[in-house]
């Protein structure tokens, strides 16, 4: 079952590069300082190098080793203008906006990654998701075959028989009301992100009817979406539509679908909306007393994920080795 353990293995054996685009805050600086007492994780900080070293010394953080990067002076910055030019040209962007939106440092970092100067960026400490998504949609782009971005919670508590126990949940933070086919794509992505975490995924697609017990749009949609993924899945066990009581508890199960190979031990979870889908993992992480690590972005070209603005060092630490895990 998880634990970090195995993401830093993953990492030891191909160390990465991080991008933090808010590098002066101290959360940043804590997590980066645990990260180069490592070698499986570089971090590079974004930002004015005076204020990032006056910031760590301040709050009493070893940076020793750290690249600090700052827009206002980058030697290459012509030829990341002229990159963001071509990715942006649609939109008729100028060399002289390009340098402008560059100075942002959302924007700059996201332009490091694309460039292959670093392996995965981590933002949003300061800024809002949509300033982390936005740049990520314009520049890195979603990978081929896919027609959106997405995201995962990984929730992890200590299992009564030993280990963790681990559940993947879909999509909790980017989608308000993903469609039919918005679904299936959200599911795969779902399931290749559980799996990176030990989990044998389990797929329920979740709703307010069984089986059919219940009647309308959005219970098509769920029992559709679970039929196609299946169509093109067919080694992962998946159902749906089901009631999260008989995706989870094999006493209801028997009752409501007894044939389900799925129902009474769902590990994967994929929500009909964001509404349920942001009301679903924080029951479990305040109710259920789990760990929530995310929204981890799923479906674009290189990995880049969003913090959350009360977010600790901790978390920041634990993001970035989730993040860079994943590239």
């Known amino acids: 079952m998880f634990g970090f353990g195995q993401l830093i293995d ?24 645990r990260l180069l007492a490592s070698n499986f994780l570089h971090p590079i900080l974004v930002g004015d190098p005076d204020k990032i070293n006056e910031s760590a010394e301040d709050s009493g953080f070893n940076i020793r080793g750290a690249e600090i990067i700052n827009p206002m002076d980058f030697k290459e910055m012509d030829k990341m203008v002229e990159e963001f030019c071509e990715l942006r040209k649609s ?8 340098r402008e939106i560059l100075k942002e440092n959302n924007y700059f970092g996201t332009m490091l990654v694309k460039m292959g100067y670093a392996d995965a960026l ?8 949509a300033d982390t998504v936005r740049p990520a949609l314009q520049l890195i782009k979603t990978k081929p075959g896919n027609t959106l971005v997405s995201s995962c919670f990984i929730l992890v508590r200590p299992s009564a028989t030993g280990g ?5 949940m879909g999509d909790c ?8 086919d918005d679904l299936v794509e959200i599911a795969e992505e779902t399931i290749r992100c559980a799996k990176v975490f030990g989990v044998d995924p389990h797929v329920a697609f979740l709703s307010y009817s069984t089986d059919g017990s219940g009647k309308g749009e959005d219970v098509d949609k769920m029992r559709n979406a679970a039929r196609k993924t299946k169509e093109r899945n067919p080694d992962v066990p998946i159902d749906g539509e089901m009631q999260f009581d008989a995706a989870v508890s ?21 929500f009909p909306d964001i509404n349920a889908g942001n009301i679903g993992y924080k029951i479990a992480q305040r109710m259920g007393n789990f760990e929530a ?33 994943l590239s």
Not at 250 to 270: L, M, Q, R
Request: glycine share 8%.
């Open 10 to 33: 993953i990492l030891k054996k191909n160390p990465k590069r991080i991008v933090f685009t808010e590098g002066s805050d101290s959360r940043i600086l804590e997590a980066s300082s």
């Open 91 to 98: 939109k008729g962007v100028t060399p002289e906006q390009a």
């Open 122 to 129: 981590l933002g949003g400490a300061t800024y809002s998701t």
């Open 164 to 168: 963790n126990e681990v559940l993947a």
């Open 173 to 180: 933070g980017i989608n308000i009301k993903p469609s039919e």
């Open 250 to 270: 094999p006493k209801v199960a028997k009752k409501k679908c007894p044939d389900s190979e799925v129902a009474g031990h769902a590990n994967t979870f994929i």
């Open 293 to 325: 690590y995310g929204p981890i972005l799923l479906g674009l070209n290189s990995p880049i994920n969003d913090l959350s603005r009360g977010c600790t060092a901790t978390e920041v630490y634990s993001m970035a080795i989730i993040t860079a895990a």
